[in-house]
């Protein structure tokens, strides 16, 4: 498939300014409407986006939150996790998967992933289990579902509950069914850069569970049940936080929410276009298992050479980052864990040569081809 790479694109990594355009009035009524309510702190946006979130994956409970960085640490305390507690993770994550553990105290164990999806390797996280192992909380890394067939066997096993990370995978599919439906609880990011974008800091957490999606409603309202009555009495249930989803960026959501399930079509096609144009190359496109359905958040590939390669890509024009490299045991803040080179070798075969390229609905035909034919000329070395 010859295409040009002789005329210039520009191919960045995000463009919100395009994709608020076509939104743009629609998103502006959603604010006047908060504006307008007057209900500032406890109105009815949050409740109404929590009802339109949970209909969307299928599921009886979202409870809203800050952030997805809050949604991991509210699961966490919901299920009662802390000091002496063990959670098995992966460490080719965003820091925030870990932190969330070490923030309710308890302690992260790391365990290698699979080479084909890069996912929490279900025989290594099982070798990880101890009488002090609580929960498992794997990452669907870059919009593929964590092998939770597996998984789920594993939990039952030992009588663990999962937390996922689902940060990456809002509308990916396991078997079938949806991400959001396959944990204890679900956790998401609506930070502007995810699937579903807010314009500020938000997340949610999902659950079936009614009786901790009760107690996630009281920890994210510093401890007490939804809305300040000023005639009721000032009941505390739980040690609370203040990290609730805010009434205007909930109102934002709920505008996105219908736009939500094109967009993931259109990330998939997007993908599909990258993998005929890098078909043929010694470029490694994302793997997808049989029975999963990718949402591709990331597009991530692996390459040899890839520092050479990137700087050939960014000299054309073509945005590329990094997720997650280096890897967290890697990172001078969990140095003290004593985890050198060596410790994880699939998270650091892969960490040496993953290139996260652009993909989302702000990207052209035009710019995905010229940025996969960029990549293919680079690998070549004809770049
Ligand atoms: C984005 C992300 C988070 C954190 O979400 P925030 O909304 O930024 O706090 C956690 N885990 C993963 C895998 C993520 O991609």
Same mark, same amino acid.
């Given at each position: 498939?010859?295409?040009?790479?002789?005329?210039?694109?520009n191919?960045?990594?995000y463009d919100?300014?395009?994709m608020?355009?076509?939104?743009?009035?629609?998103l502006l009524?959603?604010?006047?409407?908060v504006?307008?309510?007057?209900?500032?702190?406890?109105?009815?946006?949050?409740?109404?986006?929590?009802?339109?979130f949970?209909?969307?994956?299928?599921?009886p409970?979202a409870i809203?939150?800050?952030?997805?960085?809050?949604?991991?640490e509210?699961?966490?305390?919901?299920?009662?996790?802390?000091?002496?507690?063990e959670?098995?993770?992966?460490?080719?994550?965003?820091?925030?998967?870990?932190?969330a553990?070490?923030?309710?105290?308890?302690?992260?164990v790391?365990?290698?992933?699979?080479p084909?999806?890069?996912n929490?390797?279900?025989?290594?996280?099982?070798?990880?289990?101890?009488?002090?192992?609580?929960?498992?909380?794997?990452?669907?890394?870059?919009?593929?579902?964590a092998?939770?067939?597996?998984?789920?066997?594993l939990?039952?096993?030992?009588?663990?509950?999962?937390?996922?990370?689902?940060?990456?995978?809002?509308?990916?599919?396991?078997?079938?069914?949806?991400?959001?439906?396959?944990?204890?609880?679900?956790?998401?990011?609506?930070?502007?850069?995810?699937?579903?974008?807010?314009?500020?800091?938000?997340?949610?957490?999902?659950?079936?569970?009614?009786?901790? *999606?009760? $107690?996630? &409603? #009281?920890l994210?309202? %510093? /401890?007490?049940?939804?809305?300040?009555?000023?005639?009721?009495?000032l !009941?505390?249930?739980?040690?609370?936080?203040?990290?609730?989803?805010?009434?205007?960026?909930?109102?934002?959501?709920?505008?996105?929410?219908?736009?939500?399930?094109a967009d993931? *079509?259109? $990330?998939? &096609? #997007?993908?599909?276009? %990258? /993998?005929?144009?890098?078909?043929?190359?010694?470029?490694?496109?994302? !793997?997808v298992?049989?029975?999963?359905e990718?949402s591709?958040?990331?597009?991530?590939?692996?390459?040899?050479?890839?520092?050479?390669v990137?700087?050939?890509?960014?000299?054309a024009?073509?945005?590329t980052?990094?997720?997650?490299?280096?890897?967290?045991?890697?990172?001078?803040?969990?140095?003290?864990?004593?985890?050198?080179?060596?410790?994880?070798?699939?998270?650091?075969h892969a960490?040496?040569?993953?290139?996260?390229?652009p993909?989302?609905?702000?990207l052209?035909?035009?710019?995905?081809?010229?940025?996969?034919?960029?990549?293919?000329d680079a690998?070549?070395?004809?770049?």
């Open positions: 498939m010859p295409v040009s790479t002789a005329t210039r694109l191919v960045p990594m919100h300014a395009a608020t355009a076509p939104r743009k009035a629609a009524a959603a604010l006047e409407r504006l307008d309510s007057g209900a500032i702190g406890w109105g009815a946006e949050a409740p109404a986006f929590e009802a339109a949970a209909d969307w994956i299928g599921v409970h809203g939150t800050n952030s997805g960085t809050a949604a991991l509210v699961a966490l305390r919901a299920l009662r996790i802390g000091p002496g507690d959670v098995i993770t992966a460490p080719n994550s965003d820091i925030a998967t870990t932190a553990i070490h923030m309710v105290g308890a302690k992260a790391w365990v290698d992933v699979e084909d999806t890069l929490m390797d279900p025989a290594a996280a099982a070798a990880a289990v101890t009488p002090r192992t609580k929960a498992l909380l794997p990452v669907d890394l870059y919009g593929h579902p092998d939770y067939g597996a998984l789920n066997a939990a039952a096993r030992h009588g663990l509950a999962i937390v996922a990370d689902a940060c990456l995978s809002l509308g990916a599919r396991f078997d079938g069914r949806k991400i959001g439906t396959l944990a204890t609880l679900s956790c998401f990011s609506f930070a502007p850069t995810k699937h579903l974008g807010a314009y500020g800091s938000a997340g949610a957490v999902v659950t079936a569970d009614a009786e901790l *999606a009760r $107690r996630m &409603q #009281r994210i309202g %510093y /401890g007490q049940d939804r809305g300040r009555d000023a005639t009721g009495p !009941v505390l249930h739980e040690a609370g936080m203040n990290e609730r989803l805010d009434e205007v960026q909930a109102a934002m959501l709920r505008t996105k929410l219908p736009g939500l399930a993931i *079509a259109g $990330r998939q &096609q #997007r993908a599909a276009r %990258y /993998g005929a144009g890098l078909a043929g190359t010694d470029v490694r496109t994302p !793997v298992r049989p029975g999963a990718h591709y958040r990331n597009y991530v590939v692996l390459v040899e050479d890839r520092d050479l990137r700087e050939t890509l960014a000299a024009g073509v945005a980052h990094l997720a997650y490299a280096p890897p967290l045991h890697l990172q001078p803040v969990f140095a003290p864990l004593g985890f050198g080179a060596g410790a994880f070798p699939i998270v650091e960490a040496e040569r993953l290139l996260g390229l993909i989302g609905p702000h052209s035909a035009e710019q995905i081809d010229y940025a996969a034919a960029t990549l293919a690998v070549r070395g004809r770049g």
